[in-house]
């Protein structure tokens, strides 16, 4: 009877082993990964950097800022380190892990997406997916700001960032949801796409009108919070 009970646990375990295993190779291939290997080799010249999101990761070239740089000033070494989908937490956590280098910055450029600045706090499960999971690389320094002072928070991300299948769970799913849509498109027409995938994907994020964008704006300064905790740390460690 132990021997029935040990075998399915067995194969459950092999199964979990092998597909976490298949989990991890898969998100070695991810933008937040490979912007992770660029960060740990930045190289010592580099005296200034882009942060943001897809706005600055697709808007800026890093060379065409070198070469239009003037003339009469001293050469600059830029690097882009924006990462698409994120949020100003994971900028923050970008901006430290480049500050740990040997590096000698005079330059920090930042680039949001609307209320960015003021925008809440958000790192709920549901939340830290896709290039939102950099934050499970980091998991004290990420906690700080979706929980301050709890432990919960920090052991719950740091034992998350551990677990293949949990922390990078949207590795796979995100290769299932690319061949999911090539099929979809069998017989139909083909839909605008861009670097970053549909165009309608990014169109869905924008306010549906002028109006309601104003709406939002205003809302945020009679509120007068200021600015978010990750934004007021990404400027300290500027200054």
Same mark, same amino acid.
């Given at each position: 009877?132990?021997? #029935? !009970?040990?075998?399915?646990?067995?194969?459950?375990?092999?199964?979990?082993?092998? !597909? /976490?295993?298949?989990?991890?190779?898969?998100?070695?291939? =991810?933008?937040?990964?490979?912007?992770?290997?660029?960060?740990?080799?930045?190289?010592?010249?580099?005296?200034?950097?882009?942060?943001? +999101? =897809?706005?600055?990761? &697709?808007?800026?070239?890093?060379?065409?800022?070198? +070469?239009?740089?003037?003339?009469?000033?001293?050469?600059? &070494?830029?690097? +882009?380190?924006?990462?698409?989908?994120? *949020?100003?937490?994971?900028?923050?956590?970008?901006? @430290?892990? &480049?500050?740990?280098?040997? !590096?000698?910055?005079?330059?920090?450029?930042?680039?949001?997406?609307?209320?960015?600045? +003021?925008?809440?706090?958000?790192? /709920?499960?549901?939340?830290?997916?896709?290039?939102?999971?950099?934050?499970?690389?980091?998991?004290?320094?990420?906690?700080?700001?979706?929980?301050? $002072?709890?432990?919960? @928070?920090?052991?719950?991300? $740091?034992?998350?960032?551990?677990?293949?299948?949990?922390?990078?769970?949207?590795?796979?799913? %995100?290769?299932?949801?690319?061949?999911? #849509?090539?099929?979809?498109?069998? %017989?139909?027409?083909?839909?605008?796409? /861009?670097?970053?995938? #549909?165009?309608?994907?990014?169109?869905?994020?924008?306010?549906?009108?002028?109006?309601?964008? /104003?709406?939002?704006?205003?809302?945020?300064?009679?509120?007068?919070?200021?600015?978010?905790?990750?934004? *007021?740390?990404?400027?300290?460690?500027? #200054?």
């Amino acid at each position: 009877m132990r021997k #029935r !009970l040990l075998i399915p646990f067995a194969l459950l375990f092999a199964v979990l082993v092998a !597909l /976490n295993v298949l989990i991890h190779l898969t998100a070695r291939t =991810s933008q937040r990964h490979h912007l992770l290997t660029v960060l740990n080799h930045l190289a010592p010249a580099t005296d200034c950097v882009f942060l943001g +999101n =897809s706005l600055v990761e &697709a808007g800026c070239d890093p060379v065409a800022f070198k +070469n239009a740089w003037p003339g009469s000033s001293p050469a600059i &070494a830029p690097i +882009n380190l924006a990462l698409g989908a994120t *949020t100003p937490v994971e900028h923050d956590l970008i901006l @430290k892990q &480049a500050l740990g280098q040997p !590096l000698h910055l005079k330059y920090v450029i930042y680039g949001f997406f609307d209320d960015q600045l +003021n925008a809440p706090v958000g790192g /709920n499960w549901s939340d830290l997916v896709g290039n939102r999971a950099f934050s499970y690389y980091f998991p004290a320094e990420a906690a700080a700001f979706y929980a301050p $002072g709890s432990r919960l @928070k920090k052991w719950q991300l $740091g034992i998350t960032a551990h677990i293949p299948m949990l922390a990078e769970r949207s590795s796979l799913w %995100g290769k299932v949801e690319m061949l999911r #849509r090539q099929f979809e498109e069998i %017989g139909m027409p083909k839909h605008k796409i /861009n670097r970053f995938g #549909r165009v309608d994907d990014f169109s869905a994020l924008e306010s549906k009108d002028v109006a309601s964008f /104003n709406e939002r704006c205003g809302a945020i300064i009679r509120q007068r919070s200021g600015f978010s905790s990750p934004i *007021t740390d990404l400027i300290r460690l500027a #200054r």
